[in-house]
């Protein structure tokens, strides 16, 4: 009698598992939000949303008393000087474009390499290119457009690739070669 009331048992436990695995998952407290609104939104960021996507692409050359920057993006040549702005700071830089392409678009550098003074654009028209000039405090030369040190934050401060901060290796600069 004992292995029926067993054989019984093992069934209804069964179903029970079934009927679990049909509900839908509900989250609570912090979980919830976090996938809700990947089902309201699928692959976005909110941050990006706000300030724009991000420009990578660039160059750069050290002039006397400026700095140049140049952004080359698609569709450049149809946006007006009045949608584009500039803000700066003793040590950061940062250009932002209302629309080009349907998108804002936004270019931020923190920690620069020397002080300026100021900066401001100017539109290559026919070249889809805004050169963004940075005013030098003082007239030094640059040998990067960022410190080193705070290209790496993030990174272990006991060496590795911390320093490089993605500029290759300058012959003639902290042991690099040359």
Partial sequence: ??????ETETPAAEVEETKEEKKP???EGCAAGK??????????????DVEGEAITKYSWSDGKKAVSIYIELDGLDDVAEQAIS?????????????SVAGKKRNFT???LYEEISGASFKLKKGKNT???KLQKKEENTWYSLVEKSAAGRGDDDDGGMGGM????????MGGMGG
């Fill in 1 to 6: 009698p004992a292995a029926e009331v067993e």
């Fill in 25 to 27: 998952e509900v989250f």
């Fill in 35 to 48: 996938y809700q609104w990947a089902d309201v939104k699928k692959g976005g960021d909110a941050d990006k």
């Fill in 86 to 98: 500039v803000d700066s700071a003793e040590k950061s830089v940062s250009l932002t474009i209302a």
């Fill in 109 to 111: 550098l923190a920690h």
């Fill in 130 to 132: 805004v050169v963004l």
């Fill in 165 to 172: 901060g993605g500029m290759g290796g300058m012959p003639g």
